[in-house]
């Protein structure tokens, strides 16, 4: 299965980045296989507004089932929700971790955005 | 003629200026309160309300039948008010800017307006006040669409006083842009020094002859004066930290009518006004 976690690096040791939308990388891992690939979010970043929407976007073309992530607004949870892909909130420590718990089974998802949305 | 009444920082008076102004003149004026987060120059006005109009702005809609989710709709937009993934395109309207980029680049034309309602203009008047104001509807993030609505009442035979809303930003451009004259209104403490002198470099890029009002001018400190100064901003009228003002002012009345001594002084300041916007 592909799971998408927000990261502050490009590796599996790296920090979870608590935010979606604006977090400098995505990592796609396959949690088999533990292979990934590292999106750069930095477009997202620089948003004006609107980040958590093109992220979402840019998973589901990734073929994401699940995103890992700290924080996830309500424009960002809409799509997601959209795209059908199920969201773990309040994920923190490394990006290993975050897929190990996943692996465990040990997460619960969420009904719903847990931040804010910007303006 | 059009005189904006802009500050900088919110809460130093350019309501208490507007409305008095406005009524201190005898001849035939126009009100038009653009602070259309927090309107309330009709509080001190009273005015007859006599038609309301409900204000849309233009966001995309699309028809899913036409969409070959080639993306340039989204692509285009600098706001990500549309997403497009997967044979799926969603549309987040109260991100939406009314550009019309989405319609002009889409190939397919499957991208067509519809309208999102975001408040309501009010006009009416009282004595020889004319008066508009614009309410935005509680959440909406965008107010300039509605400032620009309610300056196309602005009347080019009358005098146009604009209550512009307080800060820098789009909301204010929009409410001082080609006017006339700007006239600052602000208090003489480190706060009001602060967000003044962001005001008159805005007013400055906009390249419009502007004025001062310092409010309860015995208070604080004299460091807007010396900014002035070096300004080269002329001051046209001091209101002092008066127990009498804030009491009219608190219930809802005008201080050119309670306190007619003041109706002179406003005068006086339209007359430098007029002067100096040429």
Sequence with gaps: MKIAITSKGETLDSEVDPRFGRAGHILIVDTETLRYEVLDNSTNVNAFKGAGIQAASMISEKGVEILMTGYCGPNAFKTLEVAGIKVVNDVSGSVRSAVEQMQGKNVRFADGANADGHW | ?278
């Design chain 2, 1 to 278: 003629m059009i005189i904006s009444i802009a500050s900088g920082k919110g809460g130093t008076g350019k309501t208490t200026v507007a409305t008095n102004l406005a009524s201190a003149i005898d001849e035939e004026v126009q009100l038009l309160d653009c602070d259309v987060e927090e309107p309330n120059a009709h509080l001190f006005l009273n005015p007859d309300i006599r038609d309301r109009e409900t204000f849309f702005v233009p966001v995309p809609e699309i028809d899913k039948a036409k969409c070959t989710y080639c993306k340039k709709c989204a692509e285009i937009c600098r706001f990500n008010a549309i997403a497009v993934f997967n044979q799926t395109i969603m549309t987040f309207p109260e991100l939406c800017h009314s550009c019309g980029g989405c319609m002009a680049v889409c190939p397919e034309n499957a991208v067509f307006e519809t309208g999102r309602e975001v408040g309501v203009v009010e006009r009416g008047e009282t004595g020889s006040i004319d008066f508009t104001h614009g309410r935005l509807r509680v959440g909406e993030a965008m107010s300039p669409p509605l400032i620009h609505k309610v300056r196309s009442f602005i009347r080019k035979d009358i005098l146009n006083i604009i209550d512009a809303p307080p800060g820098t930003s789009c909301p204010v451009i929009s409410a001082m842009k080609g006017v006339d004259f700007v006239l600052l209104v602000t208090e003489p403490t480190p706060f009001g020094l602060h967000d003044l002198k962001l005001a008159v470099e805005a007013v400055k890029k906009l390249g419009l002859p502007r004025g001062l009002v310092i409010n309860r001018s015995d208070i604080g400190d004299q460091q807007v004066e010396s900014y002035a100064r070096a300004e080269n901003l002329s001051i046209l009228m001091e209101i002092p930290f008066d127990r009498r003002i804030a009491e009219v002012y608190s219930r809802g009345e005008l201080i050119v009518n309670e306190m007619p001594e003041w109706k002179g002084k406003f005068l006086e300041l339209y007359q430098n006004i007029t002067e100096m916007a040429g």
